[in-house]
């Protein structure tokens, strides 16, 4: 297992595009979330392509990989947090230098479709990787004193122990379970499927959110990791905030059909809304050991995530 150092006051603080570009209607977002890191202390250093729409819609792979190499490569920046996320962080995975990317560990920070680079990055290095707030639509709206606390809790004072409560919580099977955090949004996940990217679940706590939710695709998408061995794998799950705009009209939720789905493994699964698109979110170590009380509805960490 590899760890990054934790962050100091005056610290760099790189800035990188490797899913959605900032297009020009997104700067001032994105300025004021750069702005509440410079607050808290913090150098930001954007990256070169950070901007780039190259294609059209996003940055080249090689622009993408680019900037990510830099980053973990220069000895100045201290953790490297994503500006968004979006649909196109899997193509410059063959790109990056992986050897540098171990060889140099960072806090690397993201949530939405960098699920794909958090689990790639530590199936591939061994490295924590954090899902947590991004630039834009974390740092960049009105921050809940929750999401500040968490960050600063995670990467300034290296806080482990029970993860804090931001709302309500549900038992959807009981059980208690120790193993280390994989996983992120479902959708994206997914997309490491059948590559060598896709992080090794044994001994794993299995954590998911979701933008957009449909019952008959969470399924399919369900069946699809018992399909690839997953659920034989996991010793529990965790289900955080599933964004759905339709949530008053469904009489079916995702922890519903996914009890359904797992019926058979007995697996602990415990629902809360610490984590997702458009709520409060702590800090989640990817690759990091965890104690899961389905019952008690409690996530402990228990390991050091960054070193100091």
Avoid at 126 to 143: A, P, Y
Avoid at 181 to 206: R, V
Wanted: aromatic share 10%.
């Amino acid at each position: 297992m590899v760890k990054a150092l934790r962050l100091r006051k005056n610290d760099k603080i790189g800035i990188i595009s490797p899913s959605n570009p900032i297009t020009e209607d997104l700067v001032p977002q994105f300025n004021k979330g750069i702005d509440f890191l410079k607050k808290l202390g913090f150098e930001v250093v954007v990256a070169k392509n950070a901007l780039s729409i190259t294609l059209g819609y996003s940055a080249t792979p090689e622009e993408k990989a680019e900037d990510i190499n830099a980053m973990f490569k220069d000895p100045s920046i201290k953790a490297i947090i994503c500006s968004q996320g979006g649909a196109t962080a899997n193509i410059c995975l063959s790109l990056l230098d992986w050897e540098a990317i171990k060889k140099n560990p960072k806090i690397f920070l993201g949530i939405s479709d960098i699920t794909v680079l958090l689990n790639a990055i530590y199936a591939e290095t061994g490295l924590i990787t954090f899902h947590g707030n991004d630039v834009m639509w974390g740092f960049g709206r009105e921050l809940k004193p929750y999401d500040k606390q968490e960050f600063i809790d995670r990467f300034v004072n290296g806080k482990i122990g029970l993860i804090n409560n931001s709302g309500e919580r549900a038992t959807i099977r009981g059980g208690t379970v120790e193993g280390k955090l994989l996983g992120g949004n479902l959708g994206c996940l997914l997309k490491l499927a059948g590559t060598t990217y896709f992080p090794n679940f044994e001994e794993s706590i299995l954590f998911l959110e979701s933008y957009g939710f449909s019952p008959e695709g969470s399924y399919c998408n369900f069946v699809q990791l018992e399909q690839m061995g997953v659920f034989d794998k996991v010793k529990g799950i965790i289900v955080g905030y599933i964004y759905d705009e339709y949530a008053d009209q469904r009489r079916v939720h995702m922890e519903d059909i996914l009890e359904k789905a797992t019926s058979k493994y007995h697996l602990p699964i415990l629902k809360v809304n610490d984590f997702g698109h458009n709520c409060p979110n702590t800090v989640i170590p990817v690759g990091a050991k965890v104690k899961l009380n389905a019952d008690e509805k409690t996530i402990e960490i228990l390991e050091e995530c960054i070193t100091f």
